[in-house]
């Protein structure tokens, strides 16, 4: 799930409703958490943030803190807790001990568990069901080290000898999401240090030992293990691996840890010194602090981003698509958490020292950006990060457009043979299964008559019909007691034999096709007014091109600077309202 890197196309605050449904979904999907327990990760008076990713990935945390629960298709039917959850309430999950570290190293790189690498219990193979959430442990630690869904039910994995995989893993200690929090903060206490940091044991807290199982195995396997890390992303721990094998994986595994041990030392003699800095930063900004950073936001956005063509701009466009891309990694930024506690008044105060015009516009009453004072001594002092803002906007830019490139929109039009024009394929011997474009269709019906010799000698233009041409064209199509045609013009027979098929559209977006029966069903976009001079832009038919309608209601919300509400009908619907 997070082996990939994925920016996340919007990141926003939970409203009141949406933290109850949360926490609703999260106690009936995790009944082992109790409510103090949810309390615990999710405080009732901590600001909630959602990150929506391209993927459709949502991941839910503490603003300012760490994610603590993922939601694999933002409909929360599959949400998962992170490793960081897992280490506050490692009990929230049941879990698969591991058989050793030599199993756990291919888990923390990826690749999913199979039934031979868990260690079982006298008792016997715990219960479950398929697609449960699952932990993955290793002996000696109390902390999960992944998070992953069932593959089958415990009774079928008995009648399948324990073989197979056991656990899809989505989540793993060191993944993606776990580094985009490790570069951003150094934890100073709790429990998460006393895991992470003064016992570092994920890959070697169980290395394999002469007593253990699967200490030997063959020495083939250890390559089998390898390839189906690469290939299909799975490990399975078999047989006997021969002395010298053991020995050499008892290395990497010894070696991984003194890298581990190295990584917690150089965080410990950091973590004095920048530590308290991180958690000002990150986790109680100052009044002073967000005014700060404020103003370095709307400086750096007036060098780099904002242009006088561009204006005047209204203050949400300002702020949204400019000033907020600006902010440092791992800063969240508040207008309430200010001295100006409001955008106009924040722009206001800005224009009052020279640094830009702002006046109000008297229809929208919102504040707009008029002007930018470029020989400001604020502007001119201020040195904009030029090569980093640079390489986002590169980095940006390509991935733009790599983007396009995979979602180039191609709809063609394809026709399928039907009941009346079956004796025509048959007679070429054409497959009546497949589908045709228009063309290919019109060569099929001028091989028959170029195969029958239909053709009319005197008049070249002219097609006649034999019986089962006729018939083909016009049977059920003309009305009792009419004569049916006995010859057609070459221009009108093409039309005539497509409409007799069966009408098919196939749409293909990136990597993804689909056809449909019918004709191509258009957007509708519709347009209402509501109270007063608002007024809402409905649009319908989305499905039909492959078009993901929460990602482009995100990408008209920032593009209109107005909101957009997703509802589920017949067809996709979005609306928007300004």
């Known amino acids: 799930m997070f082996k990939k890197a994925v920016e996340a196309k919007a990141q926003q605050r939970l409203s009141g409703a949406d933290r109850k449904k949360l926490k609703r979904t999260i106690r009936d999907r995790f009944p082992r958490a109790s409510d103090a327990d949810i309390d615990a990760l999710l405080p009732p008076k901590a600001e909630i943030t959602v ?253 780099t981003t904002v242009k006088d063509k561009d204006l005047p701009m209204p203050g949400s466009t300002l702020w949204s698509n400019h000033v907020l891309p600006c902010r440092p990694s791992g800063i969240t930024l508040d207008i309430k958490k200010s001295s100006h506690k409001k955008l106009s008044k924040w722009l206001q105060a800005k224009s009052s020292t020279g640094l830009i015009t ?78 045709y474009s228009a063309s290919e269709a019109t060569d099929i019906v001028f091989k028959y008559i170029e195969k029958e010799n239909l053709v009319k000698q005197t008049n070249k233009a002219t097609v006649v019909l034999d019986a089962t041409l006729c018939d083909a064209l016009f049977k059920g199509a003309i009305k009792k007691g009419s004569t049916y045609p006995t010859e057609i013009h070459k221009k009108d027979l093409g039309a005539t034999f497509i409409n007799r098929m069966q009408a098919h559209h196939m749409v293909t977006r990136g990597g993804e096709s689909v056809v449909r029966k019918g004709v191509l069903k258009t957007v509708q976009i519709m347009t209402e007014r509501r109270q007063g001079n608002k007024k809402v832009t409905k649009v319908s038919g989305l499905e039909t091109f492959l078009i993901d309608p929460e990602a482009l209601a995100s990408e008209l919300q920032k593009k209109f600077a107005c909101s957009t509400t997703v509802a589920e009908l017949p067809g996709w619907f979005i609306a928007w309202s300004v």
């Open 51 to 303: 990150s929506k990713f391209q993927n459709r990935v949502h991941v839910y945390g503490v603003e300012g803190g760490f994610p603590l629960f993922f939601d694999v298709d933002g409909r929360g039917s599959e949400i998962y807790p992170t490793v960081f959850a897992l280490w506050k309430l490692p009990e929230m999950l049941p879990y698969f001990m591991l058989k050793g570290g030599e199993v756990s190293r291919f888990v923390i790189g990826g690749a999913d568990l199979m039934f031979p690498g868990i260690s079982v219990a006298a008792e016997g193979l715990p219960s479950f069901s398929a697609s449960e959430p699952w932990a993955v442990k290793v002996p000696g630690n109390p902390a999960p080290i992944a998070v992953g869904s069932t593959t089958m039910s415990s009774a079928e994995a008995l009648k399948a000898g324990l073989r197979g995989k056991a656990l899809r893993i989505m989540h793993y200690y060191r993944d993606l999401l776990w580094q985009s929090v490790e570069g951003h903060y150094v934890p100073n206490s709790g429990f998460l240090e006393d895991v992470v940091l003064e016992d570092p044991s994920f890959l070697a807290s169980n290395q394999p030992s002469d007593s253990s199982e699967g200490a030997t195995c063959k020495s083939d396997v250890q390559q089998s293990c390898v390839n189906n890390e690469n290939t299909e992303g799975s490990v399975d721990v078999n047989g006997a691996i021969s002395d010298a094998c053991a020995a050499s994986m008892q290395n990497d595994s010894e070696n991984a840890a003194k890298e581990i041990t190295t990584d917690a030392s150089d965080l410990k003699s950091t973590a004095n010194v920048d530590a308290a800095k991180l958690d000002i930063e990150l986790l109680s900004l100052s009044i002073e602090d967000v005014d700060s950073h404020l103003d370095r936001c709307l400086l750096q956005a007036l060098h």
């Open 358 to 435: 702002v006046k109000e516009d008297k229809y929208k009453k919102e504040a707009m950006l008029i002007s930018v004072n470029r020989g400001h001594p604020e502007y001119l002092q201020f040195k904009p990060e030029k090569r980093l803002v640079e390489k986002v906007v590169q980095a940006g830019d390509s991935a733009a457009s790599e983007s396009r490139s995979q979602k180039a929109l191609e709809v063609v039009e394809v026709y399928k043979s039907s009941v009346h024009v079956n004796p025509i394929f048959a007679s070429v011997g054409a497959d009546t299964g497949k589908l």
